[in-house]
């Protein structure tokens, strides 16, 4: 019977996902709810890939953005006209841009940014605790700094201007940034965008699940709970933890290719230390090593700063103008937060507590 209510409950969810375009066009808000979704999403696969890091190998990573950026201005360079603008050997080989295809574009981010994860690991491999977050900290500081000042002698990022004019998502001739008719319905590229997101974080859920409930995954997690104790069973805990690293910087080099193609534009500015807090936020709140409660998370989180817009400017008012808008907005926020974890210090969907000792019979 409850396998038979999860499947209910996993069908009307899918449902609803698949029509929520529609409900929003009904309704008549227009793209400004479904951009807020779509960006959305893009935190959920950030969060996923967080996860895998934290939640599983138990490694607190404070730097994940950069595997973001990395995997966004890869994806900038290799599909917009920036490189053939200002060095001439591209130039002379792609005269109208380097426009690379997807098939390529992606696995390049993607590779990249694993690169870059165990190019992390790997001197941190000792580190635990606070010194881990410290350093990674600084490796995603040092990732941006690189971002806003490799525009000299070599303009390879463009510095704090980012790069523009980046190729939207095309496969096979089709590009998703034109409208699409289908069936008699129109379908805008920002609906286009939703469903491509919405595929890949249910691919990226079922990844996490099965490595969940792989032995990869359960060495993961005995590492986690006591890297001593994981080492002397014959776990290679080097290895291991490389590895995490790496998995879990590819889903954020996918997740930055795809904000890459959904903005047409990269800048420093997307990248900053604010944005792995917040991922790093999400994972907690929603429930550290809970696929669900991530997924939870990752959506209150990424969706709260935009629907409480609506909410600053009518407490702005109360004040007379006194309050700025953005920092009422972000005091609300944090209140939120504050307010759950105090209620939920578990997260908002905790994993459930297993092999707990039952409480003793009253004598």
Known sequence: MQQKNKLIVFALAAVGLLLLPALNAAVGWGNGPMRIIDLALLYVLLALGLNIVVGYAGLLDLGYVAFYAVGAYMFGLLASPHLSENFEAFAAAFPNGLHMPLWLVIPAGAALAAFAGMMLGAPTLKLRGDYLAIVTLGFGEIIRVFMNNLDY????????????????????????????????????????????????????????????????????????????AAKAMGINTRNLKLLAFGMGATFGGVAGSMFAAFQGFVSPESFSLQESVMIVAMVVLGGIGHIPGVVLGALLLAALPEVLRYAAGPLQDLTDGRLDAAILRQLLIALAMIGVMLLRPRGLWPAPEHGKAAPKAAN
């Open 153 to 228: 002698p070599l303009n390879i990022t463009n510095g704090p201007r980012g790069i523009g004019q980046i190729d939207g998502m095309h496969f096979f001739g089709y590009d998703m940034g034109k409208p699409l008719e289908l069936f008699g319905v129109t379908f805008a590229p920002i609906v286009q965008y939703y469903y491509l997101f919405l595929v890949l974080v249910v691919l990226s859920v079922l990844i996490c699940y099965r490595l969940e409930n792989s032995r990869i995954g359960r060495a993961w997690m005995a590492i986690r709970e006591d890297e001593i």
